[in-house]
């Protein structure tokens, strides 16, 4: 099955600036690699995705990149700021044509704080 | 914006009871999913359920676990004999057609004393 190794555990920032986080999976067939965002008594909130048809996508300060031929993709975050601080996972899945309603196979977390 | 909800927020039991954790999942979604996170350790797959039947389990949802649609809102977890192992935080989800996500729920610590 799926295996989803994450790293770094934890990554602790000045504000303002950039973090990123690494994962690697296992399975040639995952194509959809989800970036979840859990903040103190919260479940996880999706933040940004990527489906395997695409190489990098962007939203605002976020933005994942994805290596098919190396199976890895990292989220980068850039002019951080306190309420950035969170644990965030990476997931993997495969499913016909990229959809996510399969299972979420996870990373372990990473911690990241943001000091002002 | 509608919110995948679950009760308890925190469940106490003793080894051997049974417990149900319940999930509100959001309206129109199609596939339901428990997941659980034991302390310190990744967020595990543990079942999905589509169309009034699982779709999926894992290798940790043995024959102690159920899930269970009763109504048209409720999605339920059932543990029939909790062990000291089944303490973690497990995560309701519901996965939408149209924005093709799955959305969490806040999730129910349960500890098995």
């Known amino acids: 099955g799926e295996n989803v190794e994450q790293h770094p555990s934890t990554l602790s920032v000045q504000e303002g600036d950039s973090a990123v986080i690494k994962c690697t999976y296992s399975?040639?067939?995952?194509?959809?690699f989800p970036w979840y965002k859990q903040e103190l008594g919260k479940g996880p909130q999706l933040i940004i995705d990527?489906?395997?048809?695409?190489g990098e996508k962007k939203d605002q300060r976020i933005a994942v990149t994805l290596n098919k031929t190396a199976k890895h993709f990292s989220l980068h975050i850039t002019e951080t700021q306190p309420e950035d601080s969170a644990v965030y996972f990476c997931a993997a899945t495969s499913n016909a044509g990229g959809t996510s309603y399969g299972k979420l196979t996870f990373g372990q977390g990473t911690i990241l704080t943001v000091h002002p | 914006e509608p919110e995948v909800t679950q009760t308890p927020s925190h469940q106490v039991t003793q080894m051997g009871q049974e417990v149900i954790l319940r999930c509100v999942p959001i309206?129109?979604?199609?596939?339901f999913y428990w997941y659980r996170q034991i302390l310190g350790q990744k967020v595990e797959f543990l079942v999905s359920f589509y169309n009034n039947e699982i779709s999926e389990k894992s290798e940790i949802f043995d024959d102690q676990f159920s899930v269970e649609r009763p109504d048209g809102s409720n999605f339920t977890l059932k543990i029939r004999s909790t062990k000291l192992e089944d303490s973690a935080m497990y995560f309701c989800a519901s996965w939408h057609l149209r924005t093709d996500t799955q959305y969490f729920g806040p999730g129910t610590r349960l500890t098995v004393l």
């Open positions: 399975d040639s067939a995952s194509n959809y």
């Open positions: 990527i489906r395997s048809n695409v």
């Open positions: 309206s129109n979604h199609l596939y």
